[in-house]
């Protein structure tokens, strides 16, 4: 039954969900949702893919009605939703299209022009005339008539569009075009709700930086759900959680989520276990009670078996999900170097993407390629795979060089193939049992496996893709945007994986919480040439930055610090000032705030190694009171009770100096 009733309220409500429940099929989505969200709070809805986070966001909007529960709204508030690759068909341009949001703008603008004319042409009516000219240039003003263009002009330059894009027919767009045009339209529209399902797709690293400052000033209300971990560390400060189809909420970002979620599920496991263990125990003390067939042990069996029926009994917590058995082996180890590229240069008509690229990869290394999308970072990477010819220079492969590649469009799957096709073509050594083995460890069962390639989603043709490489085997791994279409865990579980593979690593990827936790290097491609930032600061950039995405932010910052100082540099152009840029005060502050998030993450790191340390030595404490429980060992049983007293006052004391930590960390992200 659909109830969606106006708010009305004296505080600074938004939406409120009350006990919402959905299923389709009898099959549950949804089950008792509730939370509500204040004027200009920023949160994000989060869960595994399938888990009801789009089918919440089309309630919210009522395009959906729910089967029990209500949504209460704000009547006076205004909501826009962004919806995943949300196409226009439109034959307007990019431009007039945008134009659309601000017709009441436009025709005001008009309507002044008009008059203006009309009172030049008539000066006798001028008097008459200027009292209504003033009233709507007051009103043209208050809609902020005078800066809608500069506003247009700054969202279709901050999401990448250029101004021969800005000319082009929507019509004639890529889907991920007409979904950034969407997008602008949203944004210039400024709702006070904004529902956003995935807005980073399609958008490149640049872009998404805009649309983080948009939003971090932005004075409404927003809901986002994405899979981009770095993009809602930045934004949100509240987390609301569908799992198993319930709701949870969660304050601060999306780290601050990650590690109560983890401290919560910790605790849910050790609350069943202890469960467990005591209804274990009580019902081996009823048995024995029971084997000595005395009256009164019987009686003693009886008390406690009433006991027992009245425990509180701790529900099994669903644990951890289920992902990827995801390792890479390579078979055989390659030479120190790896890859040699020098004075690489491509173009496509008249279109120069890069010249004269010269760059080495040695063994061991992780290597992220960043750059605006179109710069032609998936096109070096087709070269260096021989998918497609240089105009010049050349690309040389170390000795035992043995290369994977994963293609973002999953070009080398055959789509005609069935999933079980497509592995036993490629690894014919295989036999069916290892093959059914490999796919149920990539998330692939009973009659998944006979699924065709064609009718996959890009999260599952992504899973076909990772299998392969891993089987593969090779000591040289190169990725183009290997966490497109993955969730959250899925990119988790890849991470994981590469950090502890022993070969090569080269990728392309605009996930920057997946670059930093991974890359260990990283080349910028802009310009047509890489990491560089102009002539004025041509010589001063260095070529690689050692460390991960914020090491490079940093290192960018300084190269700048270090160009703006020179005596021969000029202004900086705009769109390459970073966010923090205030000259050698600024880069300062902002080296010295690394620093101190540096110190912080390690702290917290270091807090939590320590409390895991403390909890398997209790365990192993635990083992030994067992042990000399039953051994009736008095003696050492005192001792041994004592040091666990001692060791458990010490664990408290862990978990207040990491508590203290993440307050620390928080503060500085914040």
């Not at 969202?155 to 075009?177: C, M």
């Not at 304050?251 to 590690?259: C, E, F, H, P």
């Not at 020098?342 to 120069?352: T, Y």
Request: charged content about 30%; overall charge negative.
């Amino acid at each position: 039954m659909k109830i969606i009733l106006p708010f009305v309220s004296l505080y600074s409500m938004v939406i409120e969900c009350h006990h919402i429940s959905k299923s389709f099929l009898e099959v549950p989505v949804l089950t008792d949702v509730t939370f509500r969200l204040e004027k200009g709070v920023k949160a994000a809805l989060v869960g595994e893919n399938g888990a009801g986070k789009t089918t919440l966001l089309n309630i919210l909007n009522g395009s959906l009605s729910p089967d029990e529960g209500s949504v209460l709204k704000d009547p006076e508030m205004n909501m826009a939703t962004l919806s995943q690759d949300q196409g226009l068909s439109s034959s307007n341009t990019v431009y007039e299209e945008l134009l659309e949001v601000k017709k009441e703008a436009v025709r005001m603008e008009n309507e002044l022009s008009r008059m203006e004319e009309q009172m030049a042409a008539d000066p006798e009516g001028l008097d008459k005339m200027l009292e209504e000219y003033d009233a709507l240039r007051e009103a043209f003003e208050r809609i902020g008539g005078k800066s809608y263009h500069s506003k247009i002009a700054g969202i279709l330059k901050g999401l990448s569009f250029s101004e021969s894009d800005a000319a082009k027919r929507v019509d004639t767009l890529s889907g991920g075009q007409k979904t950034r045009v969407a997008l602008a339209k949203i944004l210039l529209a400024e709702p006070d709700f904004l529902l956003l399902d995935e807005p980073t797709n399609h958008l490149d690293i640049e872009s998404i930086r805009f649309l983080e400052g948009y939003l971090r000033t932005y004075k409404g209300t927003v809901l986002i759900v994405s899979h981009d971990r770095y993009f809602l560390d930045r934004i949100v400060s509240l987390v609301i959680e569908i799992d198993h189809t319930k709701s949870t909420v969660f304050q601060g970002n999306y780290s601050d989520y990650a590690v109560r979620k983890k401290a919560l599920i910790e605790e849910q496991k050790k609350a069943y276990l202890n469960n467990q263990a005591e209804i274990k125990h009580q019902e081996e003390v009823i048995r024995k009670l029971r084997s000595f067939n005395r009256e009164n042990s019987i009686k003693r069996a009886r008390s406690r078996e009433k006991l027992l029926s009245r425990m509180k009994i701790v529900e099994k917590p669903f644990g951890e999900k289920e992902g990827m058995n995801l390792q890479f082996s390579p078979e055989i180890k390659s030479g120190r170097d790896v890859l040699h590229v020098e004075g690489l240069s491509k173009s496509f008509d008249s279109l120069l993407l890069f010249s004269s690229l010269t760059f080495d990869i040695r063994r061991g290394e992780h290597v992220a390629i960043l750059g605006k999308n179109g710069t032609g970072k998936t096109t070096l990477l087709k070269i260096i795979n021989d998918l497609l010819p240089a105009d010049a220079g050349f690309v040389r492969l170390g000795t035992n060089v043995q290369i994977a590649y994963y293609d973002q469009e999953y070009h080398v799957l055959d789509e005609e193939n069935t999933v079980f096709e497509e592995i036993s073509d490629a690894y014919p050594y295989l036999n069916n049992t290892q093959i059914r083995t490999m796919l149920a460890a990539f998330r692939f069962t009973g009659e998944d496996v006979f699924k065709s390639i064609r009718a996959l989603s890009g999260g599952e043709k992504g899973r076909v893709s990772l299998l392969k490489l891993m089987l593969s085997g090779a000591n040289f791994l190169i990725l183009d945007e290997p966490t497109n279409h993955l969730d959250i865990l899925s990119k988790e579980i890849l991470e994981d994986a590469l950090n502890q593979f022993e070969g090569t690593v080269l990728y392309v990827s605009h996930d920057r919480y997946f670059i930093n936790h991974t890359a260990s290097r990283i080349l910028d491609l802009t310009g047509g040439v890489l990491a560089d930032y102009g002539e004025s600061v041509k010589e001063t950039v260095p070529e690689k930055y050692i460390g991960n995405y914020d090491d490079y932010l940093l290192k960018k910052e300084e190269a700048r610090a270090v160009a703006l100082s020179s005596p021969s540099s000029s202004a900086e152009p705009a769109e390459n000032r970073s966010e923090n840029n205030g000259g050698d005060e600024g880069w300062k502050k902002q080296k010295e705030y690394q620093a101190a998030l540096r110190k912080a993450k390690s702290t917290v790191e270091k807090a939590e190694k320590d409390i895991e340390a403390a909890e398997a030595d209790l365990a192993a404490l635990q083992d030994a009171i067992d042990n000399a429980s039953e051994k009736q060992d008095l003696a050492l049983l005192q001792e041994l009770s004592e040091t666990m007293a001692q060791k458990e006052d010490d664990l408290s004391r862990l978990y207040e100096d990491w508590e203290k930590a993440v307050a620390n960390l928080n503060s500085l992200t914040e």
